[in-house]
DNA sequence: GTCTATAGCATGATAGAC
DNA sequence: GTCTATCATGCTATAGAC
C-alpha cells in the first residue's frame, strides 16, 4: 500500500517522465528535475547512482509499462477490433489537445534523441516497443493469424508515434484522426480475409 | 553553379542537419558542428546572427525541401502507386542500414524536442510537414480522389516517421518494411474503391 | 541518510583583435 | 569581414557538512 502522499523517489520518477515527454533527454536538466518535484538534488543520486542514465532508464521502463496498461485497456472488452483501435486513436487526439499538445509520448522523444548516442537508453526503449508489439500482436491475435497479427500490432504502434509527431508539430489533433481511420481501415481488411477463432494454422489464402 | 569547393556557409549546414539528425537539436553544440565542419566557430554567427535557433530553422526547412525531391524522385514514374511506396519503404530500410541506423529523419526527431519549447522551430517543422503532405497528395491524386489522397499522404508520412522511430531504436530494418507493406495495402485498397483518371467528382460509393 | 555547496566542464553568445 | 579569446551560465557529478 502505497503512501497518501507520493514518495520523493515517485515523485522524481514522474516528475522525470513529464520532462523528459516535453522537454526531451538531452533538454531536460537533473536541476529542473529535482526543482520541478520539490525534492533535494542529492535525492537524485541517492535513489539513482548511476545519475542521468539510469534515471531515464527506470523512466522509460516504467512509463513503457504504464502505457500498455492504459492502451490495453482502451483496447479491451470491445467484439470488433477496427473499431476498438479507432476509439483508442481518437481517445489519444482528445488527450494530446487537451494536454495543449505537450504530453505525447516519452519513449519515442527520447528513442530518436539517444539511439545513436546512449546505447544503454537505445536498448531500454527497443525493450518497450517490443513488449508494446508483442501485448498488441496477442491482442490482434484473437481475430487473425499470428503473423498478420504481429504486422499489425507493428503497424498501430508506428502510424500512433508518426500522428504524435505531426499532431505536435501542427498543434492539430487531426493528423492522429486520420491515423486511427487509416489503422481501422487496415485492421478491418486484416481480419476479413483471415476469419477469426478457428485454430486452423498454416497459410491463408482468400480463394 | 556553386564552387567546386563548398562555401563555409554550406558546410556549416551539411554539418548541422547531419549532428541534428544523429544526436538532436539540443544534443548538438554549436562548438561540434564548427569543429566538424572545419569552420571557425565564429563563421556561425557570421552566417546565421540569429545563433542556433535561425541556423536550425534554416536547416530545418533546406532539409525538407532536399527529402521531398529524394522521395518524390524515388516514387516517380511508376505506373502502380501501391507499388512504388512499397519500393521507397524497402529503398529506406536499406539506407538506414547502410548508415547504422544513425542517419533516418532530421525533421522528426528536431519537432519532438522542441514542439513545446521553442515555437519557431515548432512552426518550421510543421511547415515542413505540411509541404510533404501536399506533395505527396497531388501525387496521390492521381489514382483517387483528392480527400482520400491527403489521407494516404499524411498516413504514409506518418508510418515511415514511426518506422524510422523502431528501426532505429530496435538497429533493425524490419518496421520499415512492415510499414511499407501496410502502406502498400492501404494505397492499393484506396485506389481500388476510387477509379482513376475520370474527371468525376462527388461522393464514391463501391456498388 | 539527507541535503548543500561546489568542482569541473560544456554550452550559447559576444567583444574585439587582426 | 574573418576569426580568436572570453564571458556568463548551465550542466552532470561529487564531496562532505549536518
New binding site residues.
Given amino acids: 500500500m502505497p503512501p497518501p502522499t507520493p514518495s ?1 523517489r515517485a515523485r522524481i520518477e514522474s516528475t522525470a517522465a513529464r520532462l523528459f515527454r516535453r522537454n526531451g533527454y538531452t533538454g ?5 528535475i529535482s526543482a520541478d518535484a520539490g ?8 535513489h539513482f ?1 548511476g ?3 539510469q534515471l531515464a532508464e527506470t523512466v522509460i521502463r516504467s512509463t513503457g509499462r504504464e502505457y500498455l496498461d492504459l492502451v490495453l485497456g482502451l483496447l479491451d472488452g470491445d467484439p470488433d477490433p477496427a473499431a476498438a483501435v479507432h476509439r483508442a486513436f481518437e481517445a489519444a487526439a482528445t488527450d494530446l489537445a487537451a494536454a495543449d499538445y505537450a504530453d505525447a509520448c516519452t519513449i519515442a522523444t527520447v528513442a530518436l534523441e539517444v539511439a545513436s548516442t546512449d546505447e544503454v537508453l537505445r536498448v531500454a526503449t527497443a525493450d518497450v516497443f517490443e513488449t508494446w508489439v508483442q501485448a498488441l500482436a496477442e491482442w490482434f491475435g484473437t481475430w487473425c493469424d499470428s503473423g498478420v497479427a504481429r504486422e499489425l500490432a507493428q503497424s498501430t504502434i508506428m502510424i500512433l508515434e508518426g500522428a504524435f509527431v505531426l499532431s505536435r508539430a501542427s498543434r492539430d489533433p487531426e493528423p492522429l484522426l486520420v491515423a486511427g481511420r487509416s489503422m481501422a481501415a487496415l485492421v478491418r481488411a486484416a481480419v476479413d480475409q483471415a476469419p477469426p477463432g478457428r485454430p486452423d494454422h498454416g497459410h491463408v489464402r482468400s480463394s
Same sequence: chains 1, 2.
Fill in positions: 520523493n531536460t536538466g537533473l536541476k529542473q525534492a533535494p538534488f542529492g535525492s537524485i543520486y541517492h547512482p545519475g542521468k542514465q
